[in-house]
């Protein structure tokens, strides 16, 4: 089921700027037994977005509902909703009416053999470099270009995701997930202050890692840095964590942090 | 008049790539007496980007003649082509098919008083920054967000454009035009390798002064170099050529290669 602007279509118009221009925002959820996971926190980015974008937010409680619903009619998917500026506004500039475009739409979950957490995953190193821009650092929005140039890079399927460096040579995420380090039993993420995606799973386990008295910094983390981890793990709302058993010609062990921090996880309520 | 893959319609498909990721391209092209003004040459650039893109090209004499068909239908217009990679692919991950959108759409000249050359233009400079990556510069792709936010920094309609800085502090170009800066009776503009349009009419200038035996480089330009310059002016398609009078709070004089270069302009054949 599509529910655009509340109605049960699927088609919407040229002229919505999301396609005009990109000039939106989406988020990725997981629906797991009918209710979408960390719902909330998904929520509160997508609002943080409208505002850094300058769009008129959609009735939160409106918004809510309608996700609630489409949810209900499935068990365990994907959930994608996409919020636009919808249409108006002379070329670039945007119009003052708030038009707001609201889509909400389901799919099957991908294809995770189960056993990637037990085996770990195979990681390359993409040459496709994130633009810097902090204005729109942090946020999902609907410029997704670099991602798709970068997914493009490898066909292997055994190869799960590709890691993108910035214009700096900072390591900044994957193509769809956030990075973490473990050196020395401490937890190191790349600061998302100039490009890159502040991923739901992300902040999740941050707020984990610190109620257990592991400390984790969000810093500038080079290539060198990475390859000098003892453990590495990628996150996102619909996998959760992947350990990284393989970057590039690298092998890394699934370590003891990477597994309690997994543990965690999936004790945890949302 | 709106064609999208042929057919006379208004809506297109909620999962078109175009709006999930901005995974396209497009063109606006001035229709002057019913004939799209430098149709090749947009053309090329829209393949150009199709192949960077690795997007299945439109088939060339179908969509010249889509584009041509819905030129005759007005007088003076603005011609938007948008081209996207359709639907399908997993996630960002593009499919092997060629589902290519085509959507090909008129609309109304934007409000430019003709004296706007003999009077000179306001600009303003942008606190939004261009984010650089090679292999975006220079194609017309759906990732605007930058120019949104750029162009929604004023509303003093006073004000015709705003320059845009890279996350290097060099100056590319405007919201929605280049720039041209002349010192000494030479041509600077902007090299565009980072970020940045190549604009038609960039091209066009830079062709003409060529066969004028002005010389033109494509440089790294800084702030200062371009409140040094003598005169400035902007391109774009729609208005052709649009002199610089005043650049925040320093004044330009519209000098002798601008006006010769907008007489070029005006005796051209396209």
Chains 1, 2 share one sequence.
Not at 30 to 42: A, F, Q, R, S
Not at 68 to 78: K, Y
Not at 94 to 115: A, K, V, Y
Not at 179 to 187: A, Y
Request: glycine letters at 8%; proline letters at 4%; aromatic letters at 6%.
């Amino acid at each position: 089921m599509v529910l655009i602007n509340g109605i049960e279509q699927t088609s919407i118009d040229y002229r919505d700027r999301g396609l005009q221009y990109g000039d939106g925002l989406f988020e990725t959820i997981l629906i797991n037994n009918g209710t979408p996971v960390y719902l909330e926190k998904h929520l509160n980015r997508l609002f943080l977005g409208c505002q850094r974008l300058a769009i008129a937010p959609p009735d939160h409680q409106k918004l809510r509902d309608e996700i609630r619903s489409v949810s209900s009619l499935t068990q365990n998917a994907v959930q994608k909703i996409i919020v636009t500026r919808g249409v108006g506004g002379r070329g670039y500039l945007p119009s003052d009416d708030s038009n707001t475009t609201r889509i909400i739409s389901t799919h099957p979950l991908p294809e995770c053999p189960g056993d990637l957490f037990t085996r770990g995953i195979s990681v390359r190193i993409c040459q496709t470099r994130l633009g810097q821009n902090p204005f729109l650092a942090g946020i999902k929005h609907l410029n997704r270009l670099e991602q798709v140039l970068a997914r493009a890079e490898w066909g292997d399927s055994d190869i799960k995701e590709g890691l993108l460096l910035d214009t700096s040579n900072n390591v900044v995420e994957g193509t769809m997930s956030n990075l973490f380090c473990v050196k020395d039993g401490q937890l190191y993420t790349p600061i998302i202050d100039q490009c890159g995606v502040e991923g739901i799973m992300r902040s999740v386990v941050m707020d984990l890692v610190c109620r257990h008295n592991i400390e984790v910094e969000c810093v500038q983390l080079t290539l060198d840095d990475v390859a000098r981890s003892d453990e590495l793990f990628l996150t996102n709302s619909i996998i959760g964590i992947w350990p990284v058993t393989q970057l590039e010609n690298q092998s890394f062990a699934i370590g003891s942090v990477t597994r309690e921090i997994k543990r965690w996880i999936d004790q945890e309520k949302f």
